[in-house]
């Protein structure tokens, strides 16, 4: 059974620094790409980044480029995103994500849980 658990995620302070993993098992974890994604009113799931799994290309959504970092450690069947210079707005719910194939394109799949960020003084 495919399963995706996130963590890490919690308070942090304003521009503060928050690491939230994804551990994945049940399937070949290498042959698909992953998403981050988080809950928005009147949007659903807003991807805020993601990564392949062949060549690791990578998304940011505007607001996480130049401040998130995703990367992927297939042999430890993990994600991670790096969030730095975290603002109040980056408070949320946050998803990952596996899609059908290796590409970002390709439909995503299976959702974790969450993990809950909350950034505030």
């Known amino acids: 059974q495919v399963q995706l658990v996130e963590s890490g995620g919690g308070l942090a302070q304003p521009g503060g620094s928050l690491r939230l993993s994804c551990a994945a098992s049940g399937f070949t974890f290498g042959n698909y790409a992953v998403t981050w994604a988080r809950q928005v009113p009147g949007k659903g799931l807003e991807c805020v980044s993601a990564v392949s799994s062949d060549v690791r290309v990578t998304y940011y959504t505007g607001a996480a480029k130049g401040r998130f970092t995703i990367s992927r450690d297939d042999a430890k069947n993990t994600v991670y995103l790096e969030m730095n210079s975290l603002k109040p707005a980056a408070t949320d719910l946050y998803y990952c994500?596996?899609?059908?194939?290796?590409?970002?394109?390709?439909?995503?799949?299976?959702w974790g849980i969450g993990t809950l960020v909350t950034i505030s003084s």
């Open positions: 994500a596996t899609h059908l194939a290796h590409s970002i394109a390709s439909v995503m799949d299976s």
